[in-house]
């Protein structure tokens, strides 16, 4: 049988002056297409290697009658023999398997959740070889930079490893990433052969997704990850932006000592976090009697990091795994490796912000319409179709309300629902799905009933009412006044209830001992980012203060009605006359008594 491992190409050579130009000036078809244009026979090689591994298994799948009937036992063992085969080709085969697992509109759901058990493990190359990186990059002995450097590494995956160090002019603790040798050639190889089969894959296949687009896409940011240099720029900007978020840490880069294969940065001393499918005897990391409770807290704290990535500031950690995450010693959530890092401009945080509204207040037409403002779906989709199919999802998911919503389950549903439609899933929608999905298997290891969407709509609430932007003010009128422009007490209720719930964060430039904000309404209102909701609601106290008189002055018509009434048993023509009179002098409306009451709930 033919080998499918990566060595079994035999050496491969460290990349050259073509490769590094993909690596560090950006990933293109065109170029790599030239690169191996001179090399045939390596490349027809590994094309007969991997075309006959995934041969078997699309035959497997024909042949099978449980498999071409869609049993889901059938697809599921499927799917684990795919994540052997993809295990065995190599890191190429792993990352790109990981990429379609959070992809519903390629694969079937059922495919997705055995994908999804992917690791990025690969046997650790030896030290000797990470040394000769070290000095190569260095130009010079690797003891005359680090006074030591552990013998075996701490941690290995397919495109590197780490090891612990210490610097020799400063005894600081650091952690080395050094490149697995000839990575880079090797990813480059199997870019090229895998979008050549996805070529034909598209040709005979029934998938909604444009897959050599698709494989380019996650090529690019993949060269992007191998260049060190890039990460560390990435790690300081992300350190800028989000270090100041309470309960957050974000370790330091080393900038004069980072290459494009070796990346120096501090050194964290922390746990792994738990999720769910392990436990803390099973964890290696994981101390014995470990408080399994403040691993909720720190998902809140995630919870909050990520909306602020995504929704903030639109730069966001694009490999938000749990390897990724750790717990440092007084308590905070450490975000480790930047290499893969994405950016959604300002126009589509706008957007996601609006759908979660509608998603909350049950306005399916209206999300319908925000999936094509996403880029989702395209502008010609059938709404008389889709509405209806998104309603039954979203209904289904909101029946306990939007605090017992359960993430899982929504993305499970709605990718079914995807899948179906033919939905075109931008970048940043897997983000959000993989790093929601994170958290919320971290919180369900010491919270059964944990809900991650509840834990993030105070977030989006806070940030409504106090935006400043006016595309989103425009989103605030519209979601709590009518068409006659009523407002609506109990929506407007229930935004300042949500955002309270949301601790205000310190301004990245407030002094780090100066008093935490305070989170109440009155604090939010009063803010200076509270002036349009501080508006509205010195309007509707006017409106209240109209509606207060006529109130007011109909109770007392009215009392004086009744007193008149009452004095005058034998009353003659002409006070009946004027306690009619009196009686058709009413001025409030029903609207008026509506408005006071929800001034006075509010």
């Known amino acids: 049988p033919l080998s499918t491992s990566v060595a079994a190409l035999g050496p491969i050579p460290d990349y050259d002056e073509e490769i590094s130009d993909i690596v560090t000036g950006g990933y293109t078809h065109e170029k790599n297409v030239a690169y191996w244009r001179t090399r045939p026979v390596t490349v027809t090689t590994r094309l007969a290697e991997v075309g006959a591994s995934l041969g078997v298994w699309v035959a497997g799948g024909l042949l099978s009658s ?317 709404r008389a179709q889709i509405v209806p199919a998104l309603t039954g999802v979203f209904a289904k998911a909101l029946e306990g309300g939007v605090n017992n919503l359960s993430f899982g389950d929504l993305s499970g549903n709605l990718g079914r629902t995807m899948y179906q439609y033919k939905f075109q899933l931008p970048s940043y929608y897997t983000l959000l799905v993989r790093s929601l999905s994170v958290l919320e298997g971290i919180a369900l290891v010491s919270q059964p009933d944990y809900k991650v969407l509840s834990a993030a709509y105070p977030w989006v609430a806070r940030r409504l009412l106090t935006d400043t932007t006016p595309e989103l003010q425009e989103t605030l009128t519209s979601l709590i006044y009518d068409k006659r422009g009523k407002l609506n007490f109990k929506r407007l209720e229930s935004l300042f209830t949500q955002a309270t719930r949301s601790m205000p964060q310190r301004d990245r430039d407030a002094p780090k001992d100066a008093p935490a904000p305070r989170g109440d309404a009155l604090a939010l209102i009063l803010s200076s980012k509270g002036t349009f909701v501080r508006n509205i609601v010195v309007n509707e106290l006017g409106r209240g203060a109209d509606a207060l008189w006529r109130v007011l002055f109909d109770g007392a018509i009215a009392e004086v009605v009744r007193s008149t009434t009452s004095s005058s048993a034998s009353s003659s023509t002409t006070s009946s006359s004027f306690i009619n009179e009196l009686t058709g002098l009413s001025l409030s409306t029903d609207d008026d008594r509506e408005h006071l009451e929800g001034l006075s709930r509010l």
């Open 66 to 382: 449980d498999a071409r009937k869609k049993d889901i036992r059938a697809v599921k063992a499927r799917a684990g023999r795919l994540n052997e085969i993809l295990t065995r080709l190599g890191p190429a085969y792993v990352k790109i398997g990981q990429a379609v697992s959070s992809r519903p509109d390629v694969l079937s759901p059922e495919m997705l959740t055995e994908l999804e058990k992917l690791q990025d493990r690969l046997p650790p190359f030896a030290t000797e070889e990470a040394l000769r990186v070290i000095e190569e990059e260095y130009g010079r002995p690797y003891q005359s930079v680090f006074r030591s450097i552990s013998a075996e590494p701490v941690a290995a995956a397919s495109l590197g490893q780490v090891y612990k160090g210490v610097l020799a002019d400063t005894n600081e603790t650091v952690a080395i990433k050094v490149q697995r040798p000839g990575v880079a050639t090797s990813i480059s190889l199997d870019v090229l052969v895998l979008r050549r089969l996805a070529k034909e894959v598209r040709r005979f296949g029934k998938l909604n997704t444009n897959l050599p687009l698709l494989i380019d896409e996650w090529a690019a940011s993949l060269f992007k990850e191998l260049d060190y240099r890039r990460e560390c720029r990435n790690g300081i900007k992300f350190k800028e932006l989000y270090s100041h978020l309470d309960g957050v840490y974000v370790p330091g880069m080393y900038p004069e000592l980072t290459t494009g294969k070796v990346l120096v940065m501090e050194w964290i001393d922390g746990v792994r976090l738990l999720t769910k499918g392990t436990n803390a005897d099973t964890n290696a990391d994981t101390p014995p009697g470990a408080d399994l409770s403040d691993e909720v807290r720190l998902v809140e704290v995630g919870v909050r990091c990520s909306l602020e990535q995504l929704l903030e500031y639109g730069f966001y950690h694009a490999d938000p795994h749990p390897g990724n995450l750790l717990r440092t010693k007084d308590g905070r959530l450490a975000y480790l490796d930047f290499g893969m890092m994405g950016e959604v401009d300002e126009r589509i945080r706008q957007g996601l912000i609006r759908a979660t509204l509608h998603l909350v207040n049950r306005e399916y037409q209206a999300l319908a319409e925000d999936f094509i403002t996403l880029g989702m779906l395209p502008e010609d989709s059938d």
